[in-house]
């Protein structure tokens, strides 16, 4: 078995909850306030390592309550915090989450996230049987270094563009497996998606950004499942009907649970299947870190 390690960002979510979203300038009762554990890169580590698979997480934490708090919350998951640095000067990352009829609106600090570097990445050695993970919360330069090591190791690349952002220079090539939602790939595909294409016109996206026929790219629709496209050949996951009632951190769970899987040593198609049902068990819970579920969890349903 090989192992999971995720560069990328930790954040603490700020959660207040509401009948209903604001409009623009418009002030809405809220019903509570809470604080979960979050960042993409922290939640993609949970999500792994409550699977059961060694995970290890580089990151950067302010030197401020939030930071200590996610620090211990992240070792109580078993997470491998060597490359975890505390920040001499920025604060730590920080999402506000307006949630309202289980669907969310997001604003993210990057705060000490900003500050993940090369040589940060380059302080743990990869092999052939890793899976390397990362997102947009980090600087890109940063990704295209460690991707670049993953490579060069023989380890499976796995990227998750969000939030959306053009592609730096020379990492579309690096990557392995494209994970990303609807509204990611309208913006990178430069298309109008809506709010529920059809599988053909996600595939005809997906086929706009010209992948390597050794490239997957994965496409999360949520409650409808996910349409996976491999050279050339699109499958449908068809989605599992759940009660809803935190969206936030789904598809971080769904990424960790494939990077999980792929480092057992499992099919491209089989991994996507299991990352699926793990994101379906995770919106049924409050929270991003806290919500993901273990083995057997995901097991009891497949």
């Known amino acids: 078995m090989g192992r999971v390690i995720v560069a990328g960002s930790i954040n603490m979510d700020v959660v207040a909850t509401a009948v209903r979203h604001p409009r623009v300038g418009e002030t809405v009762a809220g019903q509570s306030v809470m604080y979960f554990p979050g960042g993409k890169g922290a939640n993609q580590a949970v999500s792994s390592a409550k ?17 200590e708090q996610l620090r211990a919350f992240l ?27 289980a669907d969310n609106t997001i604003v993210v600090i990057p705060g ?15 092999t052939a049987d890793d899976v390397a993970v990362s997102q947009f919360e980090i600087p890109q330069a940063t990704i295209v270094a460690f991707f670049q090591r993953a490579k ?56 706009t950004l010209e992948p390597r026929p050794d490239q997957t790219v994965c496409v999360t629709l949520g409650k409808r ?5 491999t050279a050339g050949e699109a499958s449908l996951v068809a989605g599992r009907a759940v009660k809803a009632v935190d ?11 494939l990077a999980a899987r792929l480092s057992q040593g499992a099919a491209i ?34």
């Not at 000490?112 to 990869?126: F, K, R, T, Y």
């Not at 969206?247 to 649970?257: E, L, S």
């Open 51 to 67: 699977l059961g698979t060694p995970t290890a997480l580089i990151g950067r934490l302010g030197r401020d309550a939030f930071g």
């Open 152 to 207: 060069a190791a023989g380890a499976t690349t796995i990227l998750n563009p969000a939030p959306a952002s053009a592609f730096a220079s020379g990492l579309y090539p690096l990557i392995d497996i494209l994970v990303l939602n609807e509204t990611e790939l309208g913006f990178l595909a430069g298309v109008e998606l809506g709010d529920a294409p059809t599988p053909q016109q996600v595939v005809d996206a997906v086929r």
């Open 247 to 257: 969206t936030t951190g789904a598809g971080d769970c769904f990424v960790g649970a």
């Open 225 to 229: 499942g996910a349409v996976a496209v």
């Open 75 to 101: 070792a109580s998951q078993g997470i491998d915090l060597a490359a975890v640095k505390d920040s001499a000067s920025a604060s730590t990352g920080t999402a506000i989450i307006t949630l309202a009829n």
């Open 269 to 302: 198609a089989d991994a996507i299947g299991y990352a699926n049902v793990a994101a379906s068990i995770s919106v049924q819970r409050m929270g991003a870190g806290p919500s993901m579920p273990t083995a057997e969890e995901v097991r009891a349903l497949l």
């Open 112 to 126: 000490s996230n900003a500050e993940v570097s090369s040589d940060d990445v380059g302080q743990i050695a990869l």
